[in-house]
């Protein structure tokens, strides 16, 4: 198998730092009781937007200004849904009718074995209920 030169300059140091994996992050200092004053809550007790981030971290970043009023952001909101469907890959009817297929035969296949087991559990509980005289 022939190597390619991206390998070989990356084997030798000459690649570019695209290319170099990242140094490892130090993991996150923690938090315990022992970091706290005896009166402040624990961090987990903290509600939901309040905090360091505060409302403001909840908004989308790089916005200014008032935010857009009810009617602006639902027609918004009905725009994206349409741009998000046209770009969906819709399958074909061939698709669709072999996974039916595939689905119904499953179903099928899981139901007989059901059944089956359940049959063969109730005829065993039976059979030792008049062996031990139930």
Do not use: C
């Amino acid at each position: 198998m022939a190597r390619r030169k991206e390998d070989d300059e990356f084997a030798e140091g000459r690649a570019d730092d695209a290319q170099t994996p990242p140094e490892p992050e130090p993991p996150p200092g923690r938090v315990s009781s022992a970091d706290t004053s005896a009166g402040a809550p624990a961090p987990r007790a903290a509600r939901f937007g309040e905090g360091p981030e505060g409302r403001a971290a909840r908004r989308e970043r790089n916005v200014a200004g008032a935010r857009a009023g009810f009617f602006e952001r639902v027609t918004q909101f009905w725009h994206d849904i349409r741009a998000e469907l046209r770009r969906v890959t819709w399958p074909t009817l061939k698709q669709v009718q072999s996974t039916t297929i595939i689905t119904i035969i499953a179903v099928a296949f899981f139901a007989t074995y059901l059944y089956i087991i359940d049959y063969g559990f109730t005829k065993l509980v039976g059979g030792l209920t008049k062996l031990f005289g139930g």
